[in-house]
């Protein structure tokens, strides 16, 4: 086993030939040897037999060494792939009984859009600021763990949810998504923290005033100083706006109740039809209907009765302080 320094000196013709075949024998076995050369260059091969017999080889800047192989089974050092910041497998990735380690990131902060990092592929997002939308590079699959409630609004194309459904999210909930094309996501998982099915049942009984459990939008804006709980139609501006049964025009629109204050021009989140919503004022008797109120903004369980008075039904009392809301599109205009 020989290395050598690959500087032949002067000398009597005897010793150039015995040095050049010593040079010759360092360049036939790959400079073997337990310990490396004691003179390097740049992409020098070195068969490094100590411990595992490796196959390295000099690296560009001559200042470390590359493992390439193990020299008794010709296995590759596929460790070494970390040095290519894009490698051609040219086949599946075959992990040879290992496994592909996932990295977490930094936590991110919830926002419309919310930033998808490139310094991991799980993530704690932060903030209550819902978001229809995300921003990142195409092919990422990736996963978000949610520290507290926020909604994530599906909007086809932008953000794609199961069963086109928008998602109230609890701290610990847990989604998995995938990029399809720049800032084109789709949620394929959703794990709940209490390990219930994202759709499916509902929860009649939201935990708190001014709530709602079900179907909710946060993309749309409204059209006037809002108050929580009030009921606002969707004008043909595409704004909320308290409803009244006093006119056709402002109660047999899209109907939603409003879960924000909010200034016009603002997103509000508001709920919509299918919602549980609760509100502490209210006192409702359990199981009547409930309609929109000729007085602006309001749900009442007195059917309107006046000239010219909408009577549509809103809803039904579920408890005293929760309805389903679940508005008719029929209705009648009084005489």
Known sequence: MSSHDYVIANDTGANVRA??????????????????????????FWA???????????????????SILILSTGAPLSSELSGDSSPALGGFLDANGNYIQMQKGGDITSASPTVIDTDGDYF?????????????????????EFAGAL??????????????????????DVGEFVSTASNVVTCVNYTKVDGSALTGKLDATPDTDHTANGAQTNTLNAGYSSTIMDLVYL???????????????TSINLLGIALEAKTDGQAMNVALSGSFVRDDTWNWTIGVPLYVSGSIGEITATKPSGSGDVVRTAGYAVTADVIFFNPSSDYVTLA
Request: net charge negative; glycine share 10%.
């Open 48 to 66: 490094d037999t100590s411990g595992t017999p490796t196959l390295k080889m000099r690296n560009a800047a001559n200042n470390a060494w590359i």
């Open 235 to 249: 004008n043909a501006n595409g704004k909320w706006l308290e409803a009244d049964a006093d006119a056709t025009g």
């Open 19 to 44: 040095d050049l075949n010593l040079a010759l024998l360092a360049i036939q076995s790959q400079n073997s040897g337990s310990s490396e050369p004691s003179t390097t260059y740049a992409y020098q």
């Open 124 to 144: 704690i997002c932060t903030g209550t600021a819902g978001f229809s939308a995300m921003t990142v590079a195409a092919d990422r699959h990736f996963f978000l």
């Open 151 to 172: 909604i994530m609004t599906h909007g086809a194309g932008t953000l794609d949810l199961p069963g086109g459904a928008n998602i109230t999210t609890v701290a610990g």
